[in-house]
């Protein structure tokens, strides 16, 4: 892509619309912007094929399109876009099903070539991120994070970790060796049924085994327990999800480190 190719980009929108995998991998490289990928890593191509069946699937309607913007470039060539994406959301997307609405999402994109191809990144700062994910039900109004969800919804953890930290690279953590227990001993926030309260969601204590609700939940009873012992790292136990979150410093890490880390340990990974 050179610079100021907006008719590229929207063709690459249009191989997107399309589903065309063949079009989008000669379009995209397989780093990341601003982040040489590691070799088990799932590279930038995997990313964008894997999640966009779902979208798709779920907005048949789908319609992407790019509007060139003025962006302090911070490579030769870069260039920035503002994609509307627009559909009607009728199809299951995560586990959030269709609610036959129409949607718009609004996206600042960077696109920066590269030998191998471009190299795209979010330029929308994280609360964007899940805004966006809040308008097709895969998280709930925030006036509703603390009730237990109706429907059992999962996006996946990559999208996660883009909202959380605004970056695809795993960011630096101290703690990771702190790992001790991988497998929850109870299914239920005990602190909670003492006082009848409830939870949308359990975390579990990677270093001691303590299941707490979740930060969204009334009582964040979980991170209070970090707080006190000073056990910076914790699991998502429900469904199959297994991404950890450091909270010192910041830091989500997908299922595939949690594997990692029991496997050294020579523990199993308990399924929420």
Not at 42 to 63: F, H, K, T
Not at 103 to 119: C, H, M, N, Y
Not at 123 to 146: C, E, F, N, S, T
């Amino acid at each position: 892509m050179t610079a100021g190719s907006i008719v590229d980009v929207a063709a690459f929108a249009d191989a997107l619309v399309a589903g065309d995998a063949d079009a989008i991998r000669s379009f995209l490289a397989e780093d990341y912007y601003g982040h040489s990928r590691a070799p088990e890593e799932p590279s930038q191509v995997d990313r964008w094929l894997e999640l966009l069946p779902d979208v798709r699937a779920a907005v048949p309607d789908l319609r992407i399109e790019i509007e060139e913007r003025a962006i302090e470039p911070a490579a030769p060539g870069e260039v920035g876009v503002r994609a509307v994406v627009t559909g009607t959301h009728t199809g299951e997307l995560w586990g959030s099903p269709g609610t036959s609405k129409a949607i718009q999402i609004e996206l600042a994109l960077r696109f920066r070539p590269s030998d191998r191809g471009w190299l795209v990144q979010g330029d929308d700062p994280p609360p964007a991120a899940i805004a966006a994910l809040r308008v097709v039900g895969v998280i709930p109004p925030a006036d509703q994070m603390h009730l237990p969800p109706m429907d059992p919804i999962a996006p996946p953890e990559f999208l996660l970790k883009l909202g959380f930290t605004g970056q695809a690279a795993d960011k630096p953590c101290a703690h990771l060796g702190d790992a001790r227990v991988f497998v929850p001993s109870t299914d239920a926030c005990a602190e909670c049924l003492a006082i009848d309260s409830y939870w949308p969601a359990l975390r579990m204590c990677l270093v001691c085994g303590e299941v707490g609700c979740c930060d969204t939940s009334l009582n964040r009873h979980l991170r209070a327990h970090a707080a006190a012992t000073g056990h910076a790292l914790m699991r998502s136990i429900r469904l199959r999800e297994g991404w950890m979150w450091c909270y010192v410093d910041g830091a989500l890490f997908e299922r595939a480190t949690l594997e990692r880390l029991a496997a050294a340990a020579g523990s199993p990974i308990a399924e929420g």
